[in-house]
């Protein structure tokens, strides 16, 4: 194909939809990037500088090479201008020569600085865009550090909580293991008490004779019983110094479980019935709990008054309970045997 403007041989190149005429892209004054970018619908309206100038649609007889290769060859060319104020180019021998006007060469040279009269605005634009990608450069850079950095924190942070983890569960374990050794040493502790009894609400006299005092309180609920079968007699302190229990040790446990079952049938027992008067003071005869089973013991009692239950009592040193007379007896021998009345 041959070009419209400077008769060379093209595969390729743009085709003027004013003049109908084929052209390649240095004669079109249009590279080969810019006129692809244009598109298809683009590029069918395209039209040559002359057409755009002349505003023809029919387009010169003969075309006329763009202003940048009129410029490249007003450098090779000798101008001459006649009397009527028109000019002929003339180049080389082997050139083929085009009449041109200095009107046609200023009219390509503004149609130039239209061309580039964007540039300007479009160098600050270019800056500004080129700024900010620094910007965002050194944004990204401050980010991936940062990333970087919390990356690391994170590992840091999964070591500590993996042996965390390990720690705690060797918490766990260790306070299962306290659990039941504390459970063990309750059991044990109320299994040397278990031939003990708890007195409380005697008054305390200053010389008194505890022995007198038991053998008034067996007499009181009708169960008597030989000295020999006292291991010992104390007062233990308790939370109120003005209030001391008292602690009967017996050598037979079943000396004991008569004992506390008498003591029951009495119901109420009263001062004035130990030789203390005409005292109103009530006298408890209890098992004696530790101080563990002592807690368990209030617990239940507080939980048994919110849920109905209507028996909680004690023997042979164990907590039992019991909803209702229809309702099975649990024994609770630790905090979570609460769960068999809640």
């Known amino acids: 194909m041959k070009c419209a403007a400077c008769g060379d041989n093209f595969n390729d190149g743009?085709?003027?939809s004013g003049c109908n005429r084929h052209l390649d892209f240095g004669c079109a004054s249009i590279g080969e990037v810019g006129y692809r970018r244009l598109g298809r619908e683009r590029q069918a309206s395209w039209r040559c500088p002359q057409c755009k100038i002349?505003?023809?649609?029919?387009?010169?007889?003969?075309?006329?090479?763009?202003?940048?290769?009129v410029r490249d060859n007003l450098k090779t060319l000798t101008p001459y201008i006649d009397a009527t104020g028109s000019s002929t180019l003339t180049g080389p021998a082997d050139a083929p020569s085009s009449p041109v006007t200095l009107d046609l060469v200023f009219q390509?040279?503004?149609v130039m600085k239209k061309h580039l009269s964007g540039l300007p605005t479009l160098i600050e634009t270019v800056e500004s865009i080129k700024n900010e990608l620094l910007d965002l450069k050194t944004s990204c850079e401050f980010n991936s550090a940062k990333i970087d950095e919390f990356e690391n924190k994170l590992t840091r942070v999964e070591v500590m909580s993996s042996e965390l983890q390990g720690v705690n569960d060797r918490l766990n374990s260790t306070t299962k293991d306290v659990m039941v050794l504390?459970?063990?040493?309750?059991?044990?502790e109320q299994w040397a008490r278990l031939n003990n009894v708890e007195i409380k609400g005697v008054p305390i006299k200053k010389d008194e004779n505890l022995f007198s005092?038991?053998?008034?309180?067996?007499?009181?609920?009708?169960?008597?019983?030989?000295?020999?079968?006292?291991?010992?007699?104390?007062?233990?302190?308790t939370h109120n110094p003005k209030s001391k229990h008292i602690i009967v040790s017996f050598i037979n446990r079943?000396?004991?479980?008569?004992?506390?079952?008498?003591?029951?049938?009495?119901?109420?027992?009263?001062?004035?019935?130990?030789?203390?008067g005409d005292s109103a003071l009530k006298i408890f005869v209890n098992d004696h709990l530790t101080a563990e089973n002592k807690k368990l013991l209030t617990m239940v009692k507080s939980i048994a008054k919110e849920k109905n239950v209507s028996y909680v009592w004690v023997k042979h040193s164990k907590i039992h309970v019991r909803k209702n007379d229809t309702s099975p007896v649990h024994i609770i021998g630790k905090e979570s045997d609460l769960n068999k009345i809640l």
Do not use: H
């Open 14 to 16: 743009v085709f003027c």
């Open 54 to 69: 002349s505003g023809s649609k029919s387009g010169p007889t003969t075309p006329v090479r763009p202003a940048v290769n």
């Open 108 to 110: 390509e040279i503004q």
């Open 182 to 188: 504390m459970q063990d040493n309750t059991r044990r």
């Open 213 to 237: 005092i038991l053998e008034n309180l067996s007499k009181a609920i009708g169960y008597q019983f030989p000295k020999t079968q006292i291991n010992y007699v104390a007062r233990v302190p």
């Open 254 to 276: 079943y000396i004991k479980d008569e004992f506390m079952a008498a003591a029951r049938l009495k119901k109420t027992i009263t001062g004035s019935e130990l030789g203390f």
